[in-house]
């Protein structure tokens, strides 16, 4: 069974960090693109960040372009969230994906995803 296993969320102040993980299971991701996205209440989910399946080549939304990295370790199935300067706005709760065949061009849109994480969520109060 197919499993992705979000970590790290919580409740931090404007300005500060969080790092996001999430571990993969009951199958191998190395051929996987892997993705971020994240829901605040009454709105849609939107894309965050996304990185090929050897982390050669990553993507970010504008929103959060230079604050946020992501990053994977594909020996240990996970993948990686990093997230400075943080701001009340980015508020929601983040989602991880992952795609069963690995895409020609790093997928935006979250019907391009295959599987999906439970969620964690992050506050940042202002």
């Known amino acids: 069974q197919v499993q992705l296993v979000e970590s790290g969320g919580g409740l931090v102040q404007a300005g500060g960090s969080l790092r996001l993980s999430c571990a993969a299971s009951g199958r191998t991701f190395s051929s996987s693109a892997m993705g971020w996205f994240r829901q605040a209440p009454g709105k849609e989910r939107e894309f965050v960040s996304a990185i090929t399946w050897n982390g050669g080549s990553t993507l970010y939304a504008d929103s ?63």
């Open 64 to 126: 959060v372009k230079g604050r946020f990295t992501i990053s994977r370790d594909s020996a240990k199935n996970t993948v990686y969230l990093q997230m400075s300067s943080l701001k009340p706005e980015d508020t929601a709760t983040y989602y991880c994906a992952a795609t069963i065949y690995h895409p020609v061009v790093l997928p935006t849109s979250t019907g391009a995803y295959d599987y999906w994480g439970q969620g964690t969520q992050v506050t940042v109060s202002s």
